[in-house]
């Protein structure tokens, strides 16, 4: 059920930018301090990211008070930010949905609203989208049309970030870069771009220059191009007098502007409708505070991201009450174990891109802090810095969430695999995730991996066996090698054991049986434990094999169970084109088993949208009772849920 919340009387009264536009800029204010607290209510009962659109509530009202949205294009990278953008744009009184199952998604999403021009999940991708939609609008002689690309300092780090700003240089587009400056991405950015950006406010008197000189264009722009074009040669001239090394920005083509107070809505409306009469690309440089507006938020900017529910008026971040010991999280899991491998392992380091606290690396940053390394928002780099490393004798584990590890597919291959180096590939968020939807679920890692050569793909099943994984991966010689497992909690309150290498490509029997025979990989086979359970009760024989291994296969245990048993299921929270499932039924049409039934279980071929993960399972059939049902089905026997009920095959 939900809680009502009411919006300010501004805030109360826009249902769609053309709203917005009716108050005068005197009451833009107001509408921000609104807009600001209504996502503070909603996030604080109802969960969801929350610092990174505080911090642009300014920004969002400006820019669609100025621009002719969604006519004119604004796209935001991530989307983390755009809270503020999806209320005003008629999705208020729904926002109370955000992330939740058949809700509104968490980042912009195409199908979702027509304000939403570009589908965000992973970041840095902005200016290159909104450069092609600029170019398309020029094809189509649309020369008035505005396209406005959003992005933060920490997605700045990304190369696609530059290959955008590289090829808008020389293409002559109606772009505005705008460049949310926080020093935030979700951990503190790393790198010498923040330096920079830090540095640049030194050209403060050239900027001021500038900003009027372009600001006087802007208005006097109906004299023709030559007007802007001979001022612009003034502009140049003149640089060297106020600058001591040139604009990286300009140096690329693009006008720079800034750096402004990201805070100040009636200067940014200023600014904005002088950069809407700019031809060419033009950047605007804005200084924000992530978390903007609510002090916790701005004084610990990380745990602020995605706080969970928490009281708007102390700041006490509601947690689960629990009397009993609690199992880890399997992040967490790997950042102390880790550690305890790098104590004894000299030649063991551990890398990031910009997830030092989402992937709990940041336990070994702080104990070990020249063996550990946040390279920011740069998958292909963390990829290729490890093979580099690797190249000298060091065993790099390169821990990357199984989503964003797609962005870096092509550094696996060519600079791994070929080379056949020692580089563990930690792959965080696995499988469903939950309300981060479609753009993070962790569904394409085990089909990914699994057909490259070299590598070794293994998932496990608790964390007893994450840690052996982990040890198994750093003996020699051991090549490329994957270990992917989930978001969240584990199992095993007890989970600090001592170590032990795995045989690579050897699963382990977790149950005996007569009846049917479940082949799991990962932490899939806690589900069927739980299944097995109930069909206990139901009197149903099922055998339950935990794989641990993708590839290589234990094909010595597979010819044990297909030699014994007729009917096989096999379980994967991966999707089911060419993975775990897909290797098994492979292998036994290879090896002569056409006889044998196989039904496989996994993500089926289409993207699962937001919800709770238990929401997500059930609609994938990788819950218990999804489990419980296939089996059912298989053998052909009534399986009652509750205890003590029974019919056997018909």
Known sequence: ??????????????????????????????????????????????????????????MTVAMHYVFDTPNDQLVWDVGHQAYGHKILTGRRDDFYTNRKYKGIAGFPKRDESPYDTFGVGHSSTSISAALGMAKASAMKGEKDRQHIAVIGDGAMTAGLAFEGLNNAGVLDTNLIVVLNDNCMSIDPNVGALKDYLTDI??????????????????????LGENAQGFASKIEHSIKTLFLTQSNLFESLNFRYFGPTDGHDVIRLVGLFEDLKHLPGPKLLHCRTVKGKGFKQAEEDQTKWHSPGLFDKITGEIY???????????????????????AKANPKIVGITPAMPSGSSLNIMMKEMPDRAFDVGIAEQHAVTFSAGLATQGFIPFCNIYSTFMQRAYDQVIHDVCIQNLNVVFTMDRGGLVGADGATHQGAFDIAYM???????????????????????????????????????????PDWKRPMQALPIGKGRMICAGDDIAILS????????????????????????????????????????????????????????MGGFGSA???????????????????IPDHFIEQGEPSDQYRECGLDT???????????????????????RPR
């Open 1 to 58: 059920m939900s809680i009502p919340i009411k919006a300010g009387p501004l805030l109360g009264k826009i249902n769609s930018p053309a709203d917005l536009k009716k108050l005068s800029i005197e009451q833009l204010p107001q509408v921000c301090d609104e807009l600001r607290q209504y996502i503070i209510d909603v996030v604080s009962v109802y969960g969801g990211h929350f610092g990174a659109s505080l911090g642009v509530v300014e």
């Open 450 to 492: 699994r057909c490259l050569p070299n590598m070794i793909v293994s998932a496990p099943m608790d964390e007893e066996e994450l840690r052996n994984l982990m040890f198994t991966a750093q003996q020699d010689d051991m090549g490329p090698f994957s270990i992917r497992y989930p978001r969240g909690e584990g199992i095993m």
């Open 201 to 222: 406010t030194t050209s403060s008197a050239y900027n001021k220059f500038r900003d009027e000189c372009w600001r006087a264009l802007g208005k006097i722009g109906k």
């Open 584 to 602: 098994v039924l492979e292998w036994a049409m290879d090896n002569g088993y056409q006889s044998t039934q196989i039904k496989r279980l996994g």
């Open 319 to 341: 947690k689960k009450a629990n009397t009993t010991p609690k199992p880890p999280k399997y992040q967490d899991v790997f950042g102390n174990t880790i550690v305890e491998l």
């Open 625 to 647: 009772e999804g489990i419980v049902r296939a089996v059912q089905e298989m053998l052909g026997v009534k399986v009652v849920m509750e205890q003590g009920i029974n019919s």
């Open 521 to 576: 990989i990962g932490t899939m086979g806690n589900h069927v434990t739980k299944a097995n359970e109930i069909l206990k009760m139901n009197e149903v024989s099922a055998a339950h094999f935990d794989m641990r291994y993708v590839k290589p296969l234990d094909t010595e245990m597979l010819k044990s169970v297909f030699k014994h048993f007729k009917k096989v299921i096999t379980i994967e929270d991966g999707c089911l």
